[in-house]
């Protein structure tokens, strides 16, 4: 018997959570929630027409349930003014701002490889 068929595999995973990351990955990086907390993070408190300016292409809907989401998760501060007219401001929460290293490691990576995912498009493409 050989030295590599003497090393057994792990066990596959059995069980609803294989990937320990999924639960994160489903809430930080559902359509819309990335460019929403990472705006939040870098620019402060916006109110509603702020935020949906500075997210080029989300419309109101969706940023009104995004962001209601993200709320419902810990993620984003809501804060209300019952002002004439009221007044509705969002900030990302200590929870939220939680991630700020996160993103600046995907930012860094973005930065470094995503030429090389182009270039693996093309040439992949080029192979069809």
């Known amino acids: ?4 068929s003497a090393r057994t595999r792990p066990a596959t995973p059995v069980g609803p959570q294989v990937c320990p990351v999924g639960p994160v990955v489903d809430i930080v990086f559902s359509r819309w929630a990335t460019p929403i907390l990472w705006t939040l ?9 702020e935020l949906q ?8 809907k969706v940023l009104t349930q995004r962001l209601r989401q993200l709320e419902r998760d810990g993620l984003v501060i809501r804060t209300y003014y019952p002002e004439v007219p009221p007044r509705v401001e969002y900030e990302i929460s200590e929870l939220g701002r939680s991630l700020g290293p996160l993103f600046a490691t995907l930012a860094e990576w973005s930065t470094e490889n995503l030429d090389k995912v182009e270039q693996a498009r093309t040439d992949f493409d080029g192979d069809k």
């Open 53 to 60: 300016r500075a997210i080029a292409g989300i419309t109101p």
């Open 1 to 4: 018997m050989s030295a590599n």
């Open 41 to 49: 993070n870098e620019y402060g408190r916006l109110r509603f027409v």
